[in-house]
């Protein structure tokens, strides 16, 4: 085995780092807090510029799975705007797999300048781990479909130029056989974008459809084949694309306050045992999240598909995120409780908002259930139980 | 960025699966209860060169690494084989690097163990493989020294029915004094815990599989207690935390093999990139011993009240876990030493 990145992908990092260096600025992360969009387009745009984004689609050119796992590594570490930017590059993932050319002329190649969004269509509001049940109809009329329906969680819509729609268009067979994907422009008539608030101020949506129509040349891979695009996105989805080391930033706003917070049995808080052993224990679950979310890269580089490590990785991380939130809230005390841009917040308002933004990260992009039965039905052998 | 093994650890990993499964495995660890040493097995094991592979060939071992060492010891852990081999490997390669490896030693004909803890008052306590080493390896005071003697032969009944014994040190060679004493310990522990973590994740690996295949069995309600989410979803967490446990304590014994002096390691913490071998040897037994503690409490449970009964192989597993992490530390006080390494001393 070797653990060490190869000299191209050390030398994407240290490209990748240096950009962070210079464009990454406290202006940018402060305005996505507030704002609760964690998307900047001058930021994606200068990612493009600076030759960085065709890293960051799955399966595209001649960039490796473990560039791509690098570049949202990196964004995540620093904290960067990133969420945004992965679903765009995830559905430039999808349509480099199934798209058609009208659709890679028209979509892929404008989402590679870093100036274009694509948002995600799956969930609806009675419809979310089973998401196969969906009720979003989709209805031919000659060339065109007309689309009525209602989307959950559609969150980059309101900075999205496409979303990613998951629709029924053959409701008389069994669930998983009559859905059909599609690439629908977000300036379509009939689409409707609700803000959706959440407790993290992050913003997401509600989407509604009334009587959209477009052509058919939208259509992302075949009639009634939606559940199997579903699958190469949620391959791309799991683990490599952000999302696994969320306690690493967190973990260097904790050391920072700690360095010079007072422990109330004296001395600073940096010095405290406990402090110090859960400071030890989050260090290493971020080792172990990474070291699972690099297998899951190194097997899509290998020409493997890693839809389980994936999940095996996001289970853990999230387990161990969620844990060392709780952990370093208590230690902080009432300071913890301060949010962003308040007189004495601990870490400057991070603990705070980890334990507000952590709840999420076991639901969204799979569920823990999900993937908890996802590994004991493909991975242990398990019968399936639905 | 390779996770494979190389076509000649995959050799060894055959080669070691093949032997322990024969000469090991929960039917030959319950027999070698209470001692905890399997001397046939030893003796069979010495035919395949595995007590000296770690060193150098110029000794007439077999140049094998860090990272070959724990290939086999995955398969010495999965099959919880009653064999000295680690303690014996660290120690033996221990004494080769300062130029003091007794022959008998490198051919395993004299058994060699390494003292985890400080002497205190001349005797090293609860010494690994202590019932059973003709030599033991220890840090007394700034010295470390090399006792050599019969082995008591009998070991402390113990948790996980380790050939555990406290070893006093009287007439025992020094070896090293100072920092140097201080270093050659201190890097001998961290090639003891690698292996040892990995051993742990033998064990996870095998009471995850226990498990399973119980729970696939098993009949409750007209149907398999595997088809129970409430039991597959203990199960279901277990695969992520094992192959977590291994890939880190790959990563240590990659670390320990590729930059033996540790002059190049890197422990950035903000940035999560840590290279460092005493570092990730640290966290690679807190993990794995955590990996195993779990993956054997999951296991046993599913077992029902049998897990509970020494009839079943996997209280076996259960109890060897606790053992192999904690007759080192307690991982809470090893957390907080790991912190030294990432943070600076408090």
Redesign the interface.
Known sequence: MDFSLSPRTAEFRTEVMAFLDSHLTDEIIDTMHRTGTFNDKPFNAALADAGLLAGAVPGYGDRDPIELYVLFNELEKAGAPYDGLAVSMLAAGVINAVGTDFLREQVLERLLTGRFNCCLGYSEPDHGSDVAAITTRAVRDGDEWVINGQKMWTTMAHEADWVILLTRTEPDVPKHKGLTMFLVPMDTPGIEVQPVPTMASERTNATFYDEVRIGDEWRLGDVNGGWSVMGVALAFERGVMGGTNPAVPLLRHVRGWAADAPSPDGGRMIDDPLLRERIARTAIANQVSQLLTLRAAWIAATGGLPGLEGSMAKLYATDRYQQAVGWFQQMAGADGLLGFGTDGAAADGWIDYDARHSPVTSIYGGTTEINRNNVAERHLGLPRTR | ??????ADQETLRGVFADFFASEAGPDRARAAEPSGVDGPAWERLLETGAPGMGLPESLGGGGASL?DLAVVAEELGATIAPLPLIEHAVSARLLASIGACPDPVVGGTEIATLALHPAQDGTSRLVPAGAVARHVVALDGDRLVLASGDAPGTALGNHGCLPLAHRPLDGAAVLLEGPEAHAAHARALDEWRTLTATALVGIARTALDLG?GY??ERQQFG??I????AV??L???L???V???R??A??AA??GSTDPSGADGIVD????D??DFAT?AG?SL??AGEAAATATDRSLHVHGGYGFAEEYDIQLFYRRARAWSLVLDDP?RE??R???L??GA?
């Open positions: 960025m390779d996770l494979a093994l190389t990272a399973v729970a696939k149907q398999p595997g088809a129970f989410q597959q979803h199960l279901a967490d695969p992520g935390l192959d977590g446990a890939l880190l790959a990563k990659w670390a913490l903000d940035d999560n840590i290279t990730l966290m807190v993990v809470a957390c907080r790991i912190a030294d990432l943070l408090a």
